[in-house]
């Protein structure tokens, strides 16, 4: 995937060394919103951007998923992904953030959509999943908007800043997602 639409307005596409600037100042503007769940968000600098963007390039060169800035009229609002594949088993997750201002929309649900589709019909995996914090009630909704199972909780399985966060782990099956 090098790019796909989602709509008229909102674009995935493979995140390139030249969105460092861009994404820093949305993360950057979102820093607040970002940290409660994120905790990379808290200490971002522009260099910490440049090597994420060296680590998703890395992580596509070694057919290992890849990152995706989300595009909506012509701006950078959130990055979109897979965390490493595992492809013995036919599985991974999926990881996402988004600007405050863009929430709300069905962007992430639409972003999410073709990730799975991507995962299940390109990559023939067999299983995708999407941990959320437990009181990240948005990211939860995701998940459970697109027919996810919890099948969990992890407890204190992140640390932010000072404080642990137990994660509700969704999973989706690829004969679950065709049989939708």
């Known amino acids: 995937m090098?790019?796909?639409r989602l709509d008229?307005?909102?674009?995935?596409r493979l995140i390139e060394h030249s969105d460092a600037?861009?994404?820093?100042?949305?993360?950057?503007?979102?820093?607040?919103?970002?940290?409660?769940?994120?905790?990379?968000?808290?200490?971002?600098?522009?260099d910490g951007m440049v090597a994420f963007i060296d680590a998703s390039r890395k992580q596509l060169a070694a057919n290992q998923g890849f990152q995706a800035a989300i595009i909506q009229d012509a701006k950078i609002v959130g990055v979109i992904g897979y965390d490493r594949v595992?492809?013995?088993?036919?599985?991974?997750?999926?990881?996402?953030?988004?600007?405050?201002?863009a929430q709300g929309h069905g962007t992430i649900t639409a972003a999410t959509t073709?990730?799975?589709?991507?995962?299940?019909d390109r990559w023939k995996l067999n299983r995708l999943d999407i941990?959320?914090?437990v009181?990240?009630?948005?990211?939860?909704?995701?998940?459970?908007?697109?027919?996810?199972?919890?099948?969990?909780?992890?407890?204190?399985?992140?640390?932010?800043?000072?404080?642990?966060?137990?994660?509700?782990?969704?999973?989706?099956?690829?004969?679950d997602w065709r049989a939708r």
Do not use: C
Not at 141 to 166: P, Q
């Open 131 to 133: 941990r959320a914090g």
């Open 86 to 101: 595992n492809w013995q088993n036919r599985s991974t997750s999926v990881g996402y953030w988004l600007a405050e201002s």
């Open 135 to 175: 009181e990240n009630h948005r990211s939860r909704a995701v998940a459970e908007r697109l027919g996810f199972k919890l099948e969990g909780v992890l407890r204190e399985a992140e640390r932010i800043g000072d404080r642990y966060v137990d994660h509700a782990v969704y999973a989706m099956l690829a004969r």
């Open 21 to 46: 600037p861009e994404l820093y100042d949305v993360v950057l503007a979102n820093r607040e919103h970002l940290a409660a769940w994120m905790p990379w968000a808290a200490g971002q600098t522009l």
């Open 2 to 4: 090098l790019a796909q």
């Open 8 to 12: 008229d307005r909102r674009t995935l």
């Open 114 to 120: 073709t990730l799975v589709d991507h995962a299940f």
